[in-house]
């Protein structure tokens, strides 16, 4: 999150420049539609995904079917989610579901990101008695290939404890929102937006647990993190032009 505007700052001036495949821009658009996300800039990732979509689906010689594309779309239904577009995104994930099964099967680890994206969908829909089997299986073909050594198994454990909490379970969540933070600290650097996440989802635990001040002034020291990380980047930028117009 750090560097994430430095990344689309990149994106911004390699992108015009680009001579390349039309297969290589389309993964530039879901490059920095995925910047947006962790950006929470919602609106404008939804805008970059939607036309990444719509030019892979007008591209000529590329296979609509393909696992790539059904990444695309997976990543794509959960931005939806984000602007509250739940039926559009139930739509797209039933879509990325179905390439996805048909490019890898359903025993690879591949189709743990459709399988994980579907149950994101119906638990916005509280549909929980159909997401739980989908988690469980998510889970444990993530556990099989990967491993517990792996980034992955943070984010299931995260997107456990997530739909836990919101069946009501939050005992059971909390555990498992600690093993999350203390697998991914383990890969990932302080400011990333699993960590960042993770945090976001203990402090709205302990506010359904009503301990209101607690949550209260989690959330906004977690806001001040993340507004000084920003600072940070934007000082660097502001001393790397002033260096470069002295030279």
Known sequence: LTNAS?????????????KTTTQKIHRLGHLKATILFNMCQYIDCVDEFEATVKSYQESSGLSKSDGEFGLLLCDYAVALLAVSKIHEAKMISDKAFSILSKAFGTSRVEIVE????????????????????????????ARR?????????????????????????LD???????????????????????????????????????????????????????????????????????SSKER
Do not use: W
Not at 6 to 18: F, N
Not at 205 to 223: C, Q, R
């Open 172 to 242: 059971e969540s909390a555990k498992l929102l600690k093993k999350a933070q203390q697998m991914a600290v383990i890969f990932l650097n302080t400011g990333h937006f699993l960590l960042l996440k993770i945090e976001f989802h203990y402090f709205k635990l302990i506010h359904l647990k009503a301990k209101f001040v607690e949550s209260n002034e989690g959330m906004f020291v977690l806001t001040e993190k993340i507004l000084l990380q920003g600072g940070d980047e934007a000082t660097k930028e502001s001393d790397h032009d002033s």
């Open 114 to 141: 459709a399988l994980s994206t579907r149950v994101v969908v119906l638990n916005a829909f509280g549909k929980y008695k159909e997401s739980n089997p989908l988690l469980q299986q998510a889970t444990a073909l």
């Open 6 to 18: 430095a990344c689309l700052k990149t994106l911004t001036e390699i992108e015009p420049k680009t």
């Open 145 to 169: 290939h990967l491993g517990d050594s792996h980034p992955r198994g943070a984010e299931m454990l995260l997107l456990n404890a997530e739909t836990l909490m919101m069946q009501g379970q």
